[in-house]
């Protein structure tokens, strides 16, 4: 199993890759990657390991090569069809962020049950009923859902979600929901983040 | 060293011992705390043994008391003032996030460069011109610093934040920043979250 760590540098590399390749850079080391990510060389090669064999020992590595391998590796080689679920303070800011975009994610609707919110567009993405989850979830072709409604519905959504047909769900309610075997879970804790900051400085007495 | 992946777990379990102890339960086994939170009784017995001697063997734990010893191991005994830079979608959403709250976290103030959102408040929290963070971080005794501006400005911002003298910054641009040894960082990014899931998905074929 690759560690999600692994992942999540591999998604680092890419992004770092891609700004090479606009500048016109054709060749890097690992060394140069570790250098522009913050990490080390080792690191670099033993990540690239778990997917086979890059690279050539003493040029260093394509960078549009390795960059589209990456990119594959990543499912991103296609782009993805996104809904959102609650159009509220979360639910906005995360239909109108450019970066998801960059990355080859197209949120194409945000569905919400506030009859004050329903008909209006966020950044041109249209605010649907939740009852038109299912045909617009069809008509779309769209394979991840995000929840971002208060706990108390997460897996109330996330069940309508599952049912639509989407092939995978990131949580960002802050509750413990579960979802069928064939469906990719992730769950987002942002006050967990903060949680871990003061941990680390518990630990140190460094307040 | 602690696994990132225990402290995360530290956080869910406190929260729903919280939930528990609203309802008036008093006593809770390792098998309860698992099927509450969705893993198992031995996860959450090794868990907890990272950090000492809790619950008696046949009678479990002390609901109570397990979880003021959690809330003190996270750090969270004492409430924590954050900042947050950058009053744009996702900076505003986070302002007006009750979630922090109840896990702690007050967020003080919200700064930002734009004339046009100088002066006004998100739920109450004012926003502030940048040029005032080392005066209202000091006068606040604010700790924790949350970057959510662009990620060209990230790396100013994170330096403005560590002169002013906070002790951990959680940085939500997509960029790789650096700060002393001192201060504690931890990045977010949305994104990624994202090409998780969908490498999980290219993995197993299942579009
Ligand atoms: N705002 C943040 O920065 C933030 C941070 C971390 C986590 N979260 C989590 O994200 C979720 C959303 O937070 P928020 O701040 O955007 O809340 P919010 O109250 O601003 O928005 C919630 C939206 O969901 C809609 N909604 C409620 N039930 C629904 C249902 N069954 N079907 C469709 N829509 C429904 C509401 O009408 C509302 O528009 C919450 O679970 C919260 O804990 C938010
Ligand atoms: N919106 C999201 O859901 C989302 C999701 C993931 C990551 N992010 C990241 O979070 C950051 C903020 O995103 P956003 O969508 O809120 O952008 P935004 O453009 O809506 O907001 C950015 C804010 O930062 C302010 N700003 C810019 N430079 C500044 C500086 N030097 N000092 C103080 N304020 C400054 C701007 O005036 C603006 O108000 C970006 O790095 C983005 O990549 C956002």
């Known amino acids: 199993k690759i560690p999600e760590a692994t992942i999540i540098r591999l998604s680092v590399y890419s992004r770092y890759l891609t700004q090479l390749d606009k500048k016109g850079i054709v060749n890097i080391s690992s060394g140069e990657i570790a250098e522009g990510v913050g ?19 003493g040029v260093g590595y394509n960078v549009r090569d390795l960059n589209q391998h990456i990119i594959r590796i990543l499912g ?7 809904v959102i679920v609650g ?8 239909t109108q962020y450019k970066g998801f975009r960059e990355r ?39 394979r991840i859902g995000i929840i971002a409604v208060p706990s108390k ?41 903060l949680e871990i900051l003061t941990f680390n400085l518990a630990l140190k007495k460094n307040y």
């Not at 990490?39 to 050539?56: I, N």
């Not at 159009?87 to 995360?94: C, D, H, P, R, Y």
């Not at 194409?108 to 299912?134: Q, S």
């Not at 519905?153 to 802050?174: C, M, R, T």
Request: avoid cysteine; charged fraction near 20%; charge should be negative.
């Open 39 to 57: 990490g080390s060389p080792a690191q670099v090669r033993k990540d690239l390991a778990y997917f086979g064999e890059f690279g050539t020992r």
């Open 76 to 82: 991103l080689n296609k782009g993805w069809k996104v």
């Open 87 to 94: 159009a509220g303070n979360l639910g906005s800011a995360l």
């Open 104 to 142: 080859g994610f197209e949120v194409v609707a945000v569905f919400d049950n506030d009859v004050n919110k329903i008909g209006l567009t966020l950044n041109g993405v249209p605010i649907f009923p939740i009852t038109k989850l299912r045909e617009v979830v069809k008509e779309q072709e769209a």
């Open 153 to 193: 519905y997460a897996q109330d959504v996330a069940d309508h979600l599952v049912e639509s047909g989407v092939k995978a769900i990131l949580n960002f309610a802050p509750s413990v929901i579960s979802v069928p075997e064939n469906v990719e879970l992730r769950n987002v804790d942002l006050a967990v983040n």
